[in-house]
């Protein structure tokens, strides 16, 4: 797949993703965004890896904002959930993640799912909250539109709360709704009011 780079369109940020292949199929994305996050800039990097249906398996991921540094893995298979090697049961109806803050894993569902044009699914979601990386289920829902466009929903009253988010990005259980657009293969071209792909090379960030 090659190098993804999002530009942040609500604030000064960049998401940049490097999608690859591992030996028996395994895709592998591989990021670092650098955002304006509540008065300080935000550094997250994350490494994901999903089966060959692009059915999410582990993800580690490292935020710094200021002095304060998270550090999280969070684990999936036929077991249940796990988080820093703790079972989290409360997980159990979800299959894929939700990493606030980059529209990478909004290509999981869409991915491993089956299309049509009017075509709804309700999912439960591994919902990464940033950047204290705490993780909590989320009922989102997205429907197929005309062909690379999806309506995309996070479920009112079925959300949980949690702490605040950052000054200008919605919360989790707001009833936020937009149209995402998609490339051949899954990935965000435009999800507004958030983010814009751009042109890979010279993306500033290593």
Known sequence: MGMLVWEWLERPGLDVAVVSREPGGFHVVEGHAVVAWDGDTLDLRYRLTCDTDWVFRDVTLRTALGSATHHLTLCHDEGGWWADGQARPDLAAAVDIDIMATPVT?????????????????FTMAYIRLPELVVVPVAQRYTALEPGHFRYELVPGAS?????DA?????VDDGFTAELEVDADGFVLHYPPYWRRRPAAGSGLA
Do not use: C, F, V
């Open 106 to 122: 909004n290509t999981l569902p869409i991915r491993r799912s089956n299309w049509a044009p009017g075509q709804r699914h309700d």
């Open 167 to 171: 000054p200008g990005y919605h919360r």
């Open 160 to 164: 949980y709360a949690g702490p605040s």
